[in-house]
């Protein structure tokens, strides 16, 4: 499990869980400043391969190549959603 108490609760992951962050990296409370990253597998693919995309985005973030969308708050609500069902239905098979 983990726990990230060294960190203030508006900054710190909701409920320490990272899969309630825009690509279960980053906290809409703070944009692109900081980024979890490696924490989270993913519904598919490996964790190395999913840390390195993020890791590139994170770069980009940075370098302010590019921006955290706009509506990243109502993303991580639709993200969820989308994986609970993708959750809910692979386990009633």
Same mark, same amino acid.
């Given at each position: 499990?983990?726990?990230?108490?060294?960190? =203030? &609760?508006? /900054?710190? =992951?909701?409920?320490?869980?990272?899969?309630? $962050?825009?690509?279960?990296?980053?906290? =809409?409370? %703070?944009? *692109?400043?900081?980024?979890? @990253?490696?924490? *989270?597998?993913?519904?598919?693919?490996?964790? =190395? $391969?999913? *840390?390195?995309?993020?890791?590139?985005?994170? &770069? $980009?973030?940075? *370098?302010?190549?590019?921006?955290?969308?706009?509506? @990243? &708050?109502?993303? %991580? /609500?639709?993200?969820?959603?989308?994986?609970?069902? @993708? @959750?809910?239905?692979?386990?009633?098979?």
């Amino acid at each position: 499990k983990d726990e990230f108490a060294f960190l =203030p &609760a508006d /900054v710190a =992951p909701p409920n320490n869980d990272v899969r309630k $962050l825009f690509l279960h990296a980053f906290n =809409p409370n %703070v944009g *692109s400043s900081l980024a979890f @990253i490696g924490f *989270s597998r993913p519904t598919t693919g490996a964790i =190395p $391969l999913c *840390s390195e995309l993020v890791a590139r985005y994170f &770069a $980009l973030l940075v *370098s302010e190549e590019r921006k955290l969308p706009a509506n @990243i &708050a109502q993303l %991580v /609500v639709e993200n969820e959603q989308r994986e609970n069902s @993708i @959750i809910k239905n692979s386990l009633e098979v």
